[in-house]
T-cell receptor
Framework: SQKIEQNSEALNIQEGKTATLTCNYT??????LQWYRQDPGRGPVFLLL?????KEKRKERLKVTFDTTLKQSLFHITASQPADSATYLC???????????FGKGTTLSVSS | DGGITQSPKYLFRKEGQNVTLSCEQN?????MYWYRQDPGQGLRLIYY???????QKGDIAEGYSVSREKKESFPLTVTSAQKNPTAFYLC????????????FGQGTRLTVV
């Protein structure tokens, strides 16, 4: 079965540094991967989508990469701020293409 | 404003009771989903529906039931057969298959008392 894994449960960094979060997938390569942000007690909010033929995608201070050889996506937040503290979730479509499956998430804490 | 609305925000259930969680969307999306979130477990798929009057089981459907009588609505019933129902429940919708993102509601926190 397809799996999606976010190996780090928590990541603590200082303000101004770059946060790098990892998402690994198993089995076949998904057509695309998605990243979401979730604040405590709230629903996830979509951030970025990257297709397998795209090496890199950027949106403001966010950057996502997709490496089909390593079966991995990296999510970077540059010049991190305390307001970036949240849980970040990686997602892919299931094999039938009918639903999204999510990793367990990485909780980022940015200290000032 | 378009969006997806879950109610109630907090729900308390007694042992042996069925409870129904509401999910309504005005985004005109075909597909709707229910996920359960427990600490350290991430989001797990309960049920989903690609079209009105049709739905499929997800990974953890036991003890839950759904209906999809209208495009806008996808209620989830947590039955007494669900032995550990205390969790955060999230409803989502998507336009359909393809390269599209999911839109989530604000969640319902269900607690068994």
């Amino acid at each position: 079965s397809q799996k999606i894994e976010q190996n780090s449960e928590a990541l603590n960094i200082q303000e101004g540094k770059t946060a790098t979060l990892t998402c690994n997938y198993t089995n076949y390569s998904p057509a695309y991967l998605q990243w979401y942000r979730q604040d405590p007690g709230r629903g996830p909010v979509f951030l970025l989508l990257i297709r397998e033929n795209e090496k890199e995608k950027r949106k403001e201070r966010l950057k996502v990469t997709f490496d089909t050889t390593l079966k991995q996506s990296l999510f970077h937040i540059t010049a991190s701020q305390p307001a970036d503290s949240a849980t970040y979730l990686c997602a892919r479509r299931n094999q039938a293409g009918t639903a999204l499956i999510f990793g367990k998430g990485t909780t980022l804490s940015v200290s000032s | 404003d378009g969006g997806i609305t879950q109610s109630p925000k907090y729900l308390f259930r007694k042992e042996g009771q069925n409870v129904t969680l509401s999910c309504e969307q005005n985004l005109n999306h075909d597909a709707m989903y229910w996920y359960r979130q427990d600490p350290g477990q991430g989001l797990r798929l309960i049920y989903y529906s690609q079209i009105v009057n049709d739905f499929q089981k997800g990974d953890i459907a036991e003890g839950y039931s759904v209906s999809r009588e209208k495009k806008e609505s996808f209620p989830l019933t947590v039955t007494s057969a669900q032995k550990n129902p205390t969790a955060f429940y999230l409803c989502a919708s998507m336009p359909g298959q393809g390269n599209t993102e999911a839109f989530f509601g604000q969640g319902t926190r269900l607690t068994v008392v």
